[in-house]
């Protein structure tokens, strides 16, 4: 005889069963209560690693082929001009066998020399990283500090750059979106800033959580040097960053004294399809690349934006519901400043940890975690590249389930208002 029971723990109850032999049969048993409802795809609601779609999957799935092959030397040709059309430049682009951080390094190494000055304008965690980055690399790092839960300190961006006079600033590093704190920072203003100061410096945005998820536009607003990755907004799995440079920033790279063999502009400016990669191409990634771009053509980039902003308001709706209990609340206070593509919930009246456990293992989503200074004291849900309707709702659904299966106070009906903010995104002409 196998026994097996329900138990009590966390606030919810885990299933157990007995069995036993009755004659040549096996009877089994369930006692009362709630099984786990796991079972099932697993939604994955982090910012990255995000979904990848079962075509970009089919893409990559196939023999390897000779590097040197027609058909691999066309892939990387169109990836790279395709590129040019999701960073909006007609400026060169490149692909990295990296992730992000490995984008940072490019555009640094191929554009400054040892002992430039860098200006970082953090607003959460990856500017300051990129900026730890330019240290390590001999770089002088200058930061102007910024506040957890805002954007950039423009007043202080401004002041700064006045003062640069003789021009002893480099570049000027700031991301679109700060993927821990869940920011958006205003590309356009800060651009207009450094022109209004005249200052030469490169102008470098990091737009891993924005390009393909929100408005980007490169040349429009004066970008020297953009980067992005492949596991968000762009639909593929890890592995592969992305960096488009000016005119500008090409010039630059002429005289810069951190070039190495590996992230060299000059040898993947070159026609063979090795002296790209500075080796073997990771081709059954640029497959997958490809096949993922095709998607994102088809929806249309305005579209994908549009989508991205209705995916973002059903979150927001529902997190400014749950917030009424008062025991979590939006890291970012001022609405009009919340990413597109996730969103970073502050708990101070419970441990997030226990809310993203109880989702994964009792309703198969996984929750983001709070990183960086928000270790431990936050939650994140991202709805970012391959995402829909459906699965944001699951994932809010999900989680307000978790709310009430913990004790956690929230204010009922998140998901009702998630389903009115879609309801007002489609509008009326949609049943036409």
Known sequence: MLTSGWAQTEGFEMFTETSFNSGNQVASVRSAGTTPLARGREFLSIPGPTNVPEMVLQAMHRP???????????????LLTDLKAVF???????????????????????????GDRI????????????GEQGDLLGLTVESIPG????????????????????????????????????????IPAIRAIMDAARHPALFMVDGIASVGCMEFEMDRW???????????????????????????????????????????WSARDLPESYRKFCGTPPEHMLFGLRASLALLF?????????????????????????????AMEFNIVAPALRSPSVTTILTPGF?????????????????GSGIGELTGMAFRIA????????????TLGATEIALNALNIPHGSGGVQAAIAALNQHFGPEAAR
């Open 147 to 186: 506040d957890w839960r805002g954007t950039v300190d423009m007043a202080a961006f401004e002041a700064r750059m006045k003062a640069d006079t003789t021009h002893e600033i480099k570049a000027v590093l700031v991301v679109q979106i700060d993927t821990a704190s869940g920011v958006v920072n205003d």
């Open 298 to 326: 088809e929806e249309g980039l305005e579209q994908a934006w549009a989508r991205h902003r209705g995916l973002a308001a059903a979150v927001h709706a529902a997190v400014d519901v749950w917030a009424q209990g008062g």
């Open 119 to 130: 200006l970082v304008l953090e607003s959460g965690r990856f500017a300051k990283g990129w």
């Open 64 to 78: 390897a082929v000779d590097i040197y092959a027609e058909e691999l030397l066309d892939t990387i040709h169109q």
């Open 222 to 264: 004066s970008i020297d040097v953009a980067v992005t990755c492949s596991q968000k907004g762009l639909m593929m799995t890890p592995g592969l960053s992305f960096l488009a440079a000016s005119p500008k920033a090409k010039a630059a790279h002429l005289k810069a004294g951190l070039r190495t063999s590996y992230w060299d």
């Open 351 to 367: 441990d997030p940890q226990k809310l993203r456990d109880f989702a994964r293992k009792n309703c198969g989503v996984v929750l």
């Open 383 to 394: 709805h970012m590249g391959y995402c829909n309707a459906p699965m944001v709702l699951g």
């Open 88 to 114: 909006r430049t007609e400026g060169s682009t490149y692909i990295y066998i990296a992730n992000g951080h490995g984008a940072w390094e490019a555009a640094l190494t191929n554009t400054l020399s040892r």
